[in-house]
């Protein structure tokens, strides 16, 4: 979190990229109206743990920023939908990482959003 916090402009759209992307691959691919949002969340939270899983499994590098970029996105991701899952209640701390996840995950999509609308107006 620390290098984000320093980051440059472009480094933190670079962030914000690789988080929206992250939090899109681990949606649900068909929408069931018979799920509510909290069992949603968990779904993608659960999908985000497994590529984090994966992903440290795998790791080879720890010198290659763009991997440990993804890596770092997933795990934010899972604890953003963790959260809004409601599944740190008991844990006070992760509740409130939860929360700066939920944050980051939606300025990067929101950051995301505003960048393609800007992209679509200038074509």
Do not use: F
Not at 8 to 34: F, H, L, M, W
Not at 48 to 74: C, M
């Amino acid at each position: 979190m620390h290098s984000y916090l320093t980051s440059t402009d472009e480094q933190k759209r670079r962030y914000y990229q690789v988080i929206a992307g992250a939090a899109a691959a681990c949606q649900p691919e068909v929408s069931n109206p018979s799920l509510d949002n909290e069992k949603l969340a968990n779904e993608s939270a659960e999908v985000a743990i497994k590529v984090l899983k994966s992903r440290v499994g795998q790791a080879r590098d720890e010198h290659d920023q763009l991997a440990v970029l993804i890596t770092d996105a997933y795990a934010t991701v899972a604890i953003a939908y963790r959260r809004a899952a409601a599944a740190y209640t008991a844990d006070k701390e992760m509740e409130r990482l939860g929360t700066a996840a939920v944050h980051l995950v939606t300025i990067a999509n929101s950051y995301i959003n505003a960048e393609s609308k800007w992209v679509e107006t200038e074509t």
